[in-house]
């Protein structure tokens, strides 16, 4: 059941009940709240971008050199070669792999592949891109 759905049950014969008013009013400030979440969180997010060059070092940024190596290695390398866990090598040379990571999670990668298949290759962009659709649909 939407919001619209409950204040039309609100109104009796077409007039407006007071609930109905009541309820117009509670949606129109929760799109107002939002936006102004919104409004800060692209603020507070871009602020830092643009301060750090948009490295930021917030919690651990050595993970997001970790993920563009993750990311480049299974696209350089492919899946098989790690048995679907990380490859940590930092080197480009067929012997440097794999070097297989264990310690974390895998999904972190695929995201940052994807952006590497869409041809945007360096890490600035890619924490860029992934701050503000991931954290502006937190």
């Known amino acids: 059941m939407t919001v619209t759905d409950v204040i039309g049950t609100a109104e009796v014969l077409g007039r ?23 409004t800060v969180y692209f603020a ?40 679907g866990l990380a490859d940590e090598a930092n080197s480009s040379a067929p012997a440097a792999h794999p070097y297989v990571y264990t310690h ?15 041809g945007i290759s360096t890490v600035e962009q890619q924490i860029t891109i992934l701050a503000l659709l991931v954290g502006g649909a937190g």
């Not at 407006?16 to 936006?35: D, E, F, H, I």
């Open 16 to 38: 407006p009940t007071p609930a109905a008013g009541w309820l117009r009013s509670v949606a129109q400030s929760r799109v107002r709240y939002l936006v102004a979440a919104m």
């Open 44 to 83: 507070v997010v871009g602020g830092l971008l643009v301060y750090s060059d948009f490295l930021p070092y917030v919690t651990d940024n050595n993970e997001s050199f970790s993920m563009y190596f993750h990311a480049r290695n299974l696209m350089q390398f492919g899946l098989r070669s790690t048995a």
């Open 104 to 118: 974390g999670g895998n999904f972190p990668r695929i995201p940052v592949l994807a952006l590497m298949f869409l």
